[in-house]
């Protein structure tokens, strides 16, 4: 199943090269394609991140309950608005989503490892 995650992750990613290399060929400046480019590789570099440093923390016995299954909601959601916000509003904009999502990540962790009350 991963490796056909990361088969289709990586086709979208040259897919994405591609689509900017022809449009700067052709002349149009698009700044679409480069964002949608950079929000993918953002959001698949965090997920291998987390994933290395949720297992090594498991491993040691930091963690008790480790499971990327909500990461990956969680990062096309972030993703899609990410981009979005990328688009109308900046680069600048648009990696605050991702800092604030990543910041959000961490406390869904923290929280289910009883680091942090769940009850507010």
């Known amino acids: 199943m991963t490796r056909w995650l990361l088969g289709a992750v990586g086709i979208l990613l040259v897919l994405g090269a591609v689509t900017i290399l022809v449009s700067r060929w052709a002349g149009r400046r698009s700044s679409r394609a480069p964002v949608l480019l950079s929000v993918i590789a953002q959001w698949l570099g965090a997920w291998v991140l987390w994933n290395f440093a949720g297992g090594l923390a498991l ?35 648009g990696l605050a989503v991702f800092v604030g999502g990543q910041i959000l990540w961490l406390v869904i962790v923290l929280a289910r490892n009883g680091v942090l009350p769940t009850g507010f």
């Open 59 to 93: 491993r040691a016995g930091i963690l008790t309950v480790w499971d990327t299954t909500p990461f990956a909601l969680l990062a096309l959601a972030g993703g899609v608005w990410q981009y979005r916000v990328g688009v109308r509003a900046g680069r600048d904009k």
